[in-house]
């Protein structure tokens, strides 16, 4: 992990059933999430994503790139163009800053019709050194039975 590294993007088909999903798990009931004609009727010419979903998804972008490991320390976005059904989002990182095991990350999501994520989206993350001698959580020497046998 270096400074300048960049994460390999990640495209991300946004259907209806994305929009209205995301939508429902992070509570958000607002119709122009999940009901095209009242969104038409607000001015909108479809439903869109909510933030949380793209949080959510700038999340497992980050994940997905450090491993199952990797903590999420703090997440920092502003939205721009809508995420409409039909369109593919692509995430694009690159790495800022380095300070002992923890990176920060900016991320960039774009769309047909520009940036849906802004520039100023950051992600630090940590993520453990190899040279800890801490054994993995899937080595099976390492777990742990319910009774503290390995």
């Known amino acids: 992990m270096r400074v300048g590294d960049a994460l390999p993007p990640l495209e991300i088909e946004i259907t209806r059933t994305l929009v209205v999903a995301g939508a429902i798990a992070s509570r958000d009931y607002q119709d122009v999430h999940h009901d095209a004609e009242l969104a038409r009727q607000k001015g909108s010419p479809d439903i869109f994503m909510n933030i949380l979903t793209t949080n959510g998804l700038v999340g497992r972008y980050i994940t997905d790139h450090f491993g199952p490991r990797a903590v999420l320390r703090g997440v920092a976005i502003r939205l721009g163009a809508p995420n409409y059904p039909g369109d593919t989002m692509v995430l694009t990182g690159r790495v ?28 630090t993350v940590t993520v453990p050194r190899a040279d800890t001698g801490a054994a993995p959580a899937t080595d099976p020497a390492a777990v742990q039975d319910a009774e503290g046998r390995t």
Request: aromatic share 0%; hydrophobic share 35%; net charge neutral.
């Open 96 to 123: 800022e800053d380095v300070r002992g095991d923890t990176a920060t990350v900016r991320v960039v999501g774009a769309n047909g019709i520009g940036r849906h994520v802004t520039g100023t989206v950051t992600v």
